[in-house]
C-alpha cells in the first residue's frame, strides 16, 4: 500500500467515523465481534488514528498496543491520547515486516489490514507475524472488504462512500478505489482480495477456526434512518468480518 496517502489524511481520517455505514454498520458489528476486553491484551494492527484502540480500552481491556505503517496516522492517534489519556501504546511499523512484540496479545485487531498486501507473499507474512505476536488460542478479527462485493451493485453513496474497481488486478484480487464522501472527499486505493486468498494466508499461518461474520446495521441505524435506507446495504455489503484462532 502507499504510506503517503494514509500520511496526508492524518487527523481527517476519524471523519469516517461519523459516516452512517461506519457509524451504524462497521463500528458495531466489529465491536460485537470483539466482545468483551476486560482484562484482556489487544494489538490493533493498522490502528490509524486510534479509534478501536481507545474504545477497547475504554471498555476494559487491560493493555493495548497500536501499530500502523503511517507515522503521520501514529502521530494522530498520540495527539488523542495526549489530550485524553488512556494508556494506549502507539508505534509506527508494517505488520508483513513486524518486529518480534515484547509479549503475546489475546486478541488481535485487523480492520482494513490484509487487503492491503501487495501480493500473496505479503499477506501470507503478515498473518504469520500476527499469528506469532498471539497467545495460543488467541483471536485475529478481521475486517475488510467483502470479497465478492458487486461493483455493479446500487452505489453506496447515500451510507457515506463510495467503493468503485479501478479496473487494475493484481495477485490477491481486484484493486479498490474507497471514497469517503466527507468535506472534502477523501479517497484511497487498496485491494478487494479473494476469499481463498485471505483463508489460505491465514491457515498457511498457524489460524483455524476461521468463521466469516456479515456485516450488520444496529438498531439505532434503523431508528435513524429506517430500515428500507439500508436495504441496498444489507443486500450488497461493501464489508465483512472474519474471525480465527491461533
Known amino acids: 500500500m502507499s504510506v503517503q496517502q494514509y500520511d496526508e489524511i492524518g487527523e481527517a481520517f476519524e471523519g469516517f467515523k461519523s ?26 494492527l493498522a490502528s490509524g488514528t486510534g479509534f478501536y484502540s481507545r474504545e477497547l480500552m475504554r471498555r ?9 505503517i503511517s507515522g503521520e496516522m501514529v502521530a494522530a492517534a498520540q495527539r488523542f491520547e495526549d489530550r485524553e489519556p488512556l494508556g494506549v501504546r502507539y508505534e509506527v511499523g508494517d505488520v ?22 501487495p501480493d500473496i507473499a505479503a499477506m501470507e507474512r503478515m498473518c504469520r507475524n500476527v ?5 495460543p488460542g488467541g483471536e485475529f478479527l478481521v475486517l475488510a472488504q467483502k470479497p465478492d462485493y458487486r461493483f455493479d451493485g446500487p452505489s453506496p453513496a447515500k451510507y457515506g462512500f463510495l467503493c468503485e474497481a479501478t479496473g487494475e488486478e493484481i495477485e490477491t484480487g481486484p484493486r479498490v478505489r474507497i471514497t469517503a464522501l466527507l468535506d472534502p472527499p477523501i479517497s484511497f486505493v487498496g485491494t478487494c482480495p479473494r476469499r481463498e486468498v485471505y483463508e489460505d494466508s491465514l491457515r498457511a499461518a498457524g489460524f483455524g ?23 441496498d446495504c444489507l443486500d450488497n455489503p461493501p464489508f465483512e468480518l472474519l474471525r480465527c484462532r491461533a
Open 131 to 135: 499469528h506469532r505476536s498471539l497467545n
Open 209 to 231: 477456526e476461521l468463521t466469516w461474520v456479515p456485516l450488520e446495521v444496529s438498531e439505532a441505524g434503523v431508528r435513524e434512518f429506517g430500515a428500507d435506507f439500508w436495504a
Open 60 to 68: 476494559g481491556a487491560a493493555e493495548v498496543l497500536g501499530i500502523d
Open 19 to 44: 459516516l452512517p455505514l461506519t457509524r451504524y454498520g462497521e463500528v458495531p458489528s466489529f465491536l460485537a465481534l470483539v466482545g468483551d476486553v476486560k482484562g484482556r491484551s489487544v494489538l490493533d
Open 96 to 117: 508483513s515486516e513486524l518486529r518480534a512484540l515484547d509479549r503475546r496479545f489475546d486478541i488481535a485487531l485487523g480492520v482494513q489490514l490484509l487487503n492491503y498486501a
